[in-house]
């Protein structure tokens, strides 16, 4: 009876020692909290003509406080209003602005893409195993730890990366291995179907750029009162114009020519 017993006893601690470390084997990866995804956008300020089409509904205005879900399309026509992300990352999405609201997960982070238009985007640092930030346009991706930047959008779907602080990373839809690193007070264009160009100085090829404010409420309260005043002065639209066609006009040279084998 004792060494039946004996026998019994020793396979079944086998049997919990081969039991304990296949689980241990099997035991799902934790995801650190801060590299989850987040959907959507909470509208913090805004200011004008706005039009919010969330998923499956018609246009609407928008609301402070209101959280914007995946899918939601934003035309800021000649309005202006400040996003906020769950990490207190903020974008500042200027007048005559088109984007959509995307889901970030593995593979993919994009929050946003921008149709057209121009947005200025605060980027809380990312340290660790978080995620970045990424923004995607017609022509580019824009990714990001942590930055103050830039990103315009033409009719022609030509990108312009201008960049304050931190350093973002620039390439091409659909080209690998081409990417491009761009630094404070350095800028990049990226034409449909082409690598993004080398950075270059940001007053080379927009003189008039303006260093963002320390905050983004600083930022959207200097930009409502210029566009207040112009708009009294009934010249917003004609800026706001002329910026666009002049960066039409120069990404054609900036971009296709030097990858252009004539040249």
Same mark, same amino acid.
């Given at each position: 009876?004792?060494?039946?017993?004996?026998?019994?006893?020793?396979?079944?601690?086998?049997?919990?020692?081969?039991?304990?470390?296949?689980?241990?084997?099997?035991?799902?990866?934790?995801?650190?909290?801060?590299?989850?995804?987040?959907?959507?956008?909470?509208?913090?300020?805004?200011?004008?003509?706005?039009?919010?089409?969330?998923?499956?509904?018609?246009?609407?205005?928008?609301? @402070? +406080?209101?959280?914007?879900? $995946? /899918?939601?399309?934003?035309? =800021?026509?000649?309005? !202006?209003?400040?996003?906020?992300?769950?990490?207190?990352?903020?974008?500042?999405?200027?007048?005559?602005?088109?984007?959509?609201?995307?889901?970030?997960?593995?593979?993919?982070?994009?929050?946003?893409?921008?149709?057209?238009?121009?947005?200025?985007?605060?980027?809380?640092?990312?340290?660790?195993?978080?995620?970045?930030?990424?923004?995607?346009?017609?022509?580019?991706?824009?990714?990001?730890?942590?930055?103050?930047?830039?990103?315009?959008?033409?009719?022609?779907?030509?990108?312009?990366?201008?960049?304050?602080?931190?350093?973002?990373?620039?390439?091409?839809?659909?080209? @690998? +291995?081409?990417?491009?690193? $761009? /630094?404070?007070?350095?800028? =990049?264009?990226?034409? !449909?179907?082409?690598?993004?160009?080398?950075?270059?100085?940001?007053?080379?090829?927009?003189?008039?750029?303006?260093?963002?404010?320390?905050?983004?409420?600083?930022?959207?309260?200097?930009?409502?009162?210029?566009?207040?005043?112009?708009?009294?002065?009934?010249?917003?639209?004609?800026?706001?114009?002329?910026?666009?066609?002049?960066?039409?006009?120069?990404?054609?040279?900036?971009?296709?020519?030097?990858?252009?084998?004539?040249?």
């Amino acid at each position: 009876m004792t060494r039946p017993m004996l026998r019994y006893s020793m396979a079944a601690v086998l049997l919990f020692a081969w039991v304990a470390t296949a689980a241990g084997q099997q035991k799902p990866k934790l995801v650190p909290v801060n590299a989850a995804p987040y959907a959507g956008a909470i509208i913090s300020e805004w200011t004008g003509k706005i039009s919010l089409q969330l998923p499956g509904k018609r246009y609407s205005g928008p609301s @402070r +406080g209101e959280r914007l879900p $995946v /899918g939601t399309l934003l035309d =800021t026509h000649a309005g !202006m209003l400040v996003l906020t992300l769950q990490d207190d990352s903020q974008i500042l999405v200027r007048p005559r602005t088109r984007l959509i609201l995307r889901q970030p997960g593995p593979g993919n982070w994009e929050y946003f893409e921008l149709l057209f238009g121009w947005v200025r985007a605060y980027i809380t640092k990312r340290t660790g195993g978080a995620p970045p930030f990424e923004l995607g346009t017609p022509s580019s991706v824009v990714a990001v730890r942590g930055t103050r930047f830039n990103v315009i959008v033409n009719r022609l779907g030509t990108t312009e990366v201008d960049v304050f602080r931190g350093l973002v990373e620039v390439a091409g839809v659909g080209i @690998r +291995g081409k990417s491009v690193l $761009v /630094g404070p007070g350095y800028s =990049t264009r990226v034409a !449909m179907g082409k690598p993004p160009i080398p950075p270059v100085p940001t007053y080379d090829i927009r003189p008039g750029a303006s260093p963002p404010n320390s905050t983004i409420a600083a930022d959207f309260a200097r930009e409502a009162r210029e566009q207040t005043l112009e708009a009294f002065g009934n010249e917003g639209n004609e800026r706001q114009d002329s910026e666009m066609n002049e960066l039409e006009e120069e990404s054609q040279e900036a971009i296709e020519g030097p990858n252009d084998p004539d040249h």
